[in-house]
């Protein structure tokens, strides 16, 4: 109910290699429903105070022409009459009180106006066929105050790869940052400028055609909502239990598992609630007989069509070249099956793993339940995070709220 | 944009073996925007002059506890109060003009209610995270003006096990054919009594709780739209031309590709597109190493969670293992190659390879382009259909109208 982006995963063996890995979202729920989950950081929801609006482009027909692309000098605002009170910072949930945008009239006028549902007859192909592709992002409040984005061209590439795939109109990734920019910093006021803090956005495109029959919509709307957050861990990391999962199947090469679709997501919950019914928080998704971990590993599982392309997870690796590299790691993108893993854990090799993703940064793991036996993350019994997640979180915070000036940070 | 339900394909072998199988229906697309595909069946969308109606439900809670289930007893039926006029049959098109039901308080009242948009909340889960399933299925119209079902159990069956698999509530399958048969009866007058015409049902539930957390949805919608429909092909079979398609896998075992789920259907979209550039109206999925045929057999590929449970592949079969096994054939569910395909082709072993599904009970196909070559289908020149096909379009269309009375069809 919560995270809208969830933590990849990484980890590190002792001795010469590294190991870090992202981890898809939807397998880092928000469980709302699982009381038996103690160990699970879940922020509850709370009434939401923020002002609420959407952007959002329609084009007359996608990907039959190539559309008029998305514009910004024709944007038009249209500000609430009716706008939120300020929620103090130390009561923010992270996921729910939106502040939005939309807009109805194709790509050339974009608006930012006042929170509203969408209107859609009950045959729009959104609701059939699963043409819908999203993002998740952040922007921050640094020192002087200034509102900042992370890494927002990843985000617009990934963006357009998923739309694409899905036969949805593709955008101006420049466009779409500089109207993101004009959202986020008319709605600056519901970013907290504490770290931790930060504005979560949900750019969304879903497909408008109202038709039974199956093909490339004949329209689209893309849409922006946002959220302000606080700390995926309010209180310290949290370690948590994963299970590794090999009776349910969430990628494959060949499919879509690589990009951020709502069709990756519904089918991972069902194997969620188990993992959940078993005491774990998460699933590790194995892949085919080698059952190769695709994720939660700092040498992360290559880009092979099976995970998603994750801007932690490139941030992270990024990083970990420039920094921990010269200080004698080395940076591996290598499949590892989960025996090695086992292994590695067996013979004390093991140092820690952890997730990775927009809403924690990290997340650090204890344990990951394999065949039904434990199989120890590294962490000692007092500790909540290794080494290097903790110093990966710093470094990327510091950029992200622009305590260092880093050109992956996009002033507002 | 205008086939709901497309046709799966089957097979047949010379020799002593036959073969029939089915294709899930998001990959026979309509392809409305693609001039290029003359041999292609595409009926145009007209205005719709249907009344129009739906059926929903709306549970409270969905998957933390057991809802209330379906009362068909409490039924509350809205009538417009602008009924549309009736539409010449001759001009019906597939998949449009819509007649619904809808209802908007959970499971407890249901209602049939004057056709009309879902107001949703842009950070409604079916938008981001594909919490969607639907059924395709029709109400015929008999000699003495019967209304009726075409073996809904199955459809219902199908439903609930696609609603579970993504954590969205079931329902009381009786209850639902009795709310989907008082929806056909009173909306009678719109279903054509001639042959080859009917009224498309469309049951679709989406999870429609408000949060951007990736969980099992606390509440979702249960609606039935239909549209009166015409033959799949006015003027006679028109057999199709296929291309086998290894560079995309459509389904994976322990994926989700048996179940009717909008994830399913988006994915399929560009493959499509690619085959139609090349001038065919449909793919043929492969998968693995092995390019088992996973399709359009009627020994057909078992049901190994690759493939959906059709209600006209088991109709075909069974009909196929009841009158064609005592003329000598035999009736195997197995799979096969593409190369065994393309040999069976080349030694003239292949008699036919037809299609089925709801919408045009069979589909004919002429030829499969295999690495880039032709493989024939078995197809005199001037045949649009091969002999198995055609008579099991005439087996089943005699029960879906009652001409024989068989328990498969359900009398409203």
């Given amino acids: 109910m919560i995270r809208p982006l969830l933590p990849r995963c990484a980890r590190a063996l002792r001795a010469t290699s590294t190991a870090a890995a992202r981890r898809p979202s939807h397998a880092l ?21 923020a002002a609420r609006r959407m952007y ?8 039959t022409a190539k559309p008029v692309d998305v514009d910004p000098s024709k944007l038009v605002i249209h500000k609430t009459t009716n706008p939120k009170s300020l929620v103090d910072p130390s009561t923010l949930i992270f996921g729910r009180n939106f502040t939005e945008w939309t807009q109805t ?44 984005l992370f890494r927002p061209d990843k985000n617009m590439e990934r963006f357009n790869k998923s739309a694409a795939r899905i036969a949805l109109p593709t955008f101006s990734p420049s466009a779409l940052i500089d109207l993101i920019t004009r959202f986020a ?26 038709t039974l029959g199956v093909g490339p919509p004949g329209s689209a709307l893309l849409f922006v909502i946002a959220s302000p957050v606080g700390p995926y861990y309010p209180t310290g990391f949290k370690a948590i ?10 990628a494959w090469p060949g499919g879509v598992g690589d990009k951020k679709l709502g069709a ?18 998460q699933n590790l998704w194995l892949f085919g007989p080698e ?20 801007v932690t997870r490139d941030s992270i690796l990024s990083l970990a070249r420039e920094r921990l590299a010269p200080e004698g790691w080395r940076i591996s993108e290598r499949k590892i099956t989960m025996a090695a893993l086992a292994e590695a854990s067996a013979e004390g090799r093991l140092m820690e793993i952890f997730g990775a993703g927009t809403a924690a940064i990290v997340s650090p793991v204890r344990t990951i339940s394999w065949k039904g036996k434990p199989v120890d993350c ?6 909540e995070s290794g080494e290097i997640a903790l110093r990966m979180k710093g470094w990327i915070e510091a950029i992200q709220y622009g305590d260092e000036e880093h050109d992956w940070s996009h002033v507002c």
């Fill in 241 to 250: 239990a994963l299970e590794a999962t090999d009776y349910a199947v969430r």
């Fill in 185 to 210: 910093t008319l709605e600056e006021r519901f970013i907290p400028d504490q770290r931790g803090y930060s504005l979560y956005l949900r750019p969304t495109m879903i497909g408008t055609q109202k």
């Fill in 56 to 63: 959002s482009i329609q084009p007359e027909a996608a990907s």
């Fill in 105 to 148: 009239e194709g790509w050339r006028t974009p608006t930012i106006q006042p929170y509203q549902n969408l209107s859609l007859d009950p045959a729009t192909c959104v609701f059939h066929y699963g043409f819908e592709c999203f993002e998740g992002m952040k922007a921050y409040k640094d020192k002087a105050g200034n509102v900042r």
């Fill in 29 to 49: 729920p928000a469980l709302p429903a699982l009381p038996a989950l103690p160990a699970l950081p879940i922020l509850s929801a709370s009434a939401s105070h």
């Fill in 378 to 383: 590294g962490l000692k019994e007092h500790e």
């Fill in 291 to 310: 059952q190769y971990v695709t994720e939660k590993e700092l040498i992360t599982h290559p880009l092979d069509g099976t995970i998603l392309e994750g």
């Fill in 264 to 281: 990756n997501y519904a089918p991972c919950v069902l194997p969620q609630l188990e993992a959940a019914s078993r005491g774990f928080q």
